[in-house]
């Protein structure tokens, strides 16, 4: 299986032990099966709401995982209805709920729904917004979400933010609304998708802006402070 740029960094992400991982979204079910693959968790778990695709993934993982050490399910339903309480967890245990490929507002609905469902579990969400990746970073701050981990990605031009977060307060950093650890670099590649994506970020919420939108320019305030910041520290050099 060949992986995207993309999915080859979420799935690098996925470190910690899991005792159930859920790819959501999941469409031809590559991440979910790259992770069945290297077993990283005893349980992957497959969730779409298109039939069409369940049913040809279901082929898929019949045909090419008969003996894996790890237990797949797919799941035909909407992703806030994920049926995390069926599987009974262990206190050191936890879910890791995979989202990616859709906008961040759906992705608020789904969080928002799976929190509700599920009150009392602690869950990990590994998430990649195509796009409202400000407003998502809103809604996991009010959540009182904390932050894992968290990368900045640029493929095909597209640039991606990818959140590893828990919904326990406690268990990582605060999230900081246009992010910390994306801006730093070690390279000068890095670098360049940093000012590139920063400057492609700030001219989006400019246009907004017209609009008088409120999140807009709270999403200016915050990333020109983050440019000023950048210019700072390559002057200094």
């Known amino acids: 299986m060949k992986l995207s740029k993309r999915l080859q960094q979420l799935d690098q992400m996925v470190t910690t032990p899991y005792q159930h991982i859920w790819d959501c979204c999941c469409d031809h079910g590559l991440l979910g099966m790259t992770l069945l693959a290297r077993s990283a968790a005893p349980n992957i778990h497959f969730v779409d709401i298109v039939p069409e695709l369940m049913l040809q993934l279901n082929s898929k993982l019949t045909q090419f995982f008969p003996h894996s050490t790890s237990t797949w399910a797919s ?3 909407d992703v806030k209805k994920l049926p995390l309480m069926q599987y009974p967890l262990a206190e050191s245990e936890k879910h890791l709920v995979i989202i990616a490929g859709v906008g961040g507002d759906l992705m608020t609905e789904f969080i928002e729904g799976i929190c509700v469902n599920n009150p009392n579990l602690n869950i990990d969400f590994l998430l990649c917004p195509v796009h409202h990746q400000f407003s998502l970073r809103a809604k996991l701050i009010t959540l009182n979400f904390s932050l894992l981990d968290e990368v900045l990605l ?3 031009q597209r640039f991606y933010e990818m959140l590893l977060v828990s919904s326990n307060a406690t268990q990582g950093d ?3 609304p246009i992010g910390d650890k994306i801006w730093h670099s070690d390279s000068v590649e890095q670098r360049t998708v940093i000012n590139n ?10 246009r907004i802006q017209q609009d008088h939108s409120a999140q807009a320019e709270r ?6 402070a983050q440019a000023n910041k950048l210019n700072a520290i390559k002057s200094s050099k």
């Open 174 to 176: 605060k999230i900081s």
């Open 219 to 224: 999403a200016i305030e915050h990333y020109q």
């Open 154 to 156: 640029e493929e095909n």
């Open 197 to 206: 994506y920063l400057v492609k970020t700030l001219k989006h919420y400019q």
């Open 75 to 77: 799941h035909c339903i």
